[in-house]
Structure formats: structure tokens, C-alpha cells
Nanobody, 125 residues
């Protein structure tokens, strides 16, 4: 049974930082492409960052240089470090696993097989 459990969301002021965690159960996280997505009401879920089986990362233009994703093999956990947060980063954030190795931050969320429950990030101005 594959399960992704997220934590770490919250409310911060603009310019602040948060770190999201995604604990993976049922498989080793770096067997597949892992992604971070975010969604606001009325909008489609958008890819924010991905990390592939070799540890290579890619980011959406809107977050590149501010967000960093990484993994901890010992804890089987994925992280999303978010710095210089802006009000437009406010969204529900999800981690996801794609059970094939192809990995691209532009891939649709529809290609992902497993999802965390989501964690809310709110950035105030």
C-alpha cells in the first residue's frame, strides 16, 4: 500500500519561508519520479517541482530560485523548501508519485498515480 503523508504547511508573511515534508510509505521514494503540485480554487493543479530517480530536480519558472526539493533516503521523505514566499504562492500543496521514471515539471498531474492529502500554504502581504 503506497501512502504519501504531507506536513509542514502554514501561514507566513511575504518574504518568509516554509518547509513541506512528504513521508513515503510502501515503496522507496527515489524509485520513481516525485513531484510537488499546488492548486488554488477554480484552477488546475500545477506542477511546482520534480525530483527524478537520480536526484535531478526541475522547477516551474514561477518558483525557480526560491523553492528547492530534496530527499532523505534514510527517512524515505521528500522535502520542499520554500523561500521568499509571496502571496501568489498561496495554495494547497501536494506531493505525488509517478510510477514510471520519466520526469518533467510540465507533466500533467493526471500522469501521477499516488497523492498526499495536501497541506495549505497561506502567504499574507
Amino acid at each position: 500500500q503506497v501512502q504519501l503523508v504531507e506536513s509542514g504547511g502554514g501561514s507566513v508573511q511575504a518574504g518568509g519561508s516554509l518547509r513541506l515534508s512528504c513521508a513515503v510509505f510502501g515503496y522507496t521514494y527515489n524509485w520513481f519520479c516525485m513531484g510537488w503540485f499546488r492548486q488554488t480554487p477554480g484552477r488546475e493543479r500545477e506542477g511546482v517541482a520534480v525530483i527524478d530517480t537520480s536526484g535531478r530536480t526541475a522547477y516551474a519558472d514561477s518558483v525557480r530560485g526560491r523553492f528547492t526539493t530534496s530527499g532523505d533516503n534514510a527517512k524515505n521523505t521528500l522535502y520542499l523548501e520554500m523561500n521568499s514566499l509571496q502571496p501568489e504562492d498561496t495554495a494547497m500543496y501536494y506531493c505525488a508519485a509517478k510510477s514510471t521514471r520519466e520526469c518533467n515539471v510540465r507533466y500533467s498531474h493526471l500522469l501521477y498515480n499516488y497523492w498526499g492529502q495536501g497541506t495549505q500554504v497561506t502567504v499574507s502581504s
